[in-house]
C-alpha cells in the first residue's frame, strides 16, 4: 500500500504584504474568482475575473506563463472560491500561486482603493490593457 498523497497547504498572503506587492515594479497577477457581478461592483486593482465556471479554460488563457507570481482571491475569509481555484492552478501546473484569503472583505477594511470596472473578465481583458481600463476609487 501507498502512503495517500496529502495536499500541499496553499501559500497564504495578507493584505499587508499583497499591497507592497501590488506596489512593487513586478506586481503578481491578481485574480478574482467570484462572479462578474461581484466583479464588476469593485474588485482590487488591477486584477482580472476568474470565476469557477469555465475556469480551467480561462486561466489558460488569462494565464500562460505558469512560473507568473499569482494571487487569488474572493469575498472573505469565509469564502473557500479562492482556495479551490489554487488548487486548480497546481493541478494545470502553476507553480507561484498564493491565496490571499481576507480577500475583498479585508482589502476593504483597511480602507484600500477597489477598481471598478464594466467588463474585465478573463477573456476581455488581456494583461496589456487590464491596467489601462481600470478606474480605482477610494472606499472607506
Known amino acids: 500500500m501507498f502512503p495517500e498523497a496529502v495536499p500541499t497547504p496553499a501559500r497564504a498572503i495578507s493584505v499587508a504584504e499583497l499591497a507592497l506587492r501590488l506596489g512593487s515594479e513586478r506586481p503578481p497577477l491578481v485574480a478574482e474568482i467570484l462572479g462578474p457581478q461581484h466583479f464588476a461592483s469593485g474588485h482590487l486593482p488591477g486584477a482580472i475575473n476568474l470565476p469557477l465556471e469555465g475556469f480551467a479554460a480561462a486561466a489558460l488563457r488569462a494565464l500562460p506563463d505558469k512560473a507568473a507570481e499569482i494571487v487569488v482571491y474572493c469575498a472573505s475569509s469565509t469564502c473557500q472560491n479562492s482556495d479551490m481555484a489554487e488548487r486548480k492552478l497546481a493541478s494545470l501546473g502553476y507553480t507561484n500561486v498564493s491565496v490571499f484569503r481576507g480577500g475583498k472583505a479585508d482589502w476593504k477594511a483597511t480602507a484600500r482603493a477597489f477598481g471598478v470596472s ?14 489601462q481600463r481600470l478606474k480605482t476609487t477610494k472606499r472607506s
Open 118 to 131: 464594466d467588463n474585465l473578465t478573463a477573456g476581455n481583458n488581456p494583461p496589456s490593457t487590464r491596467h
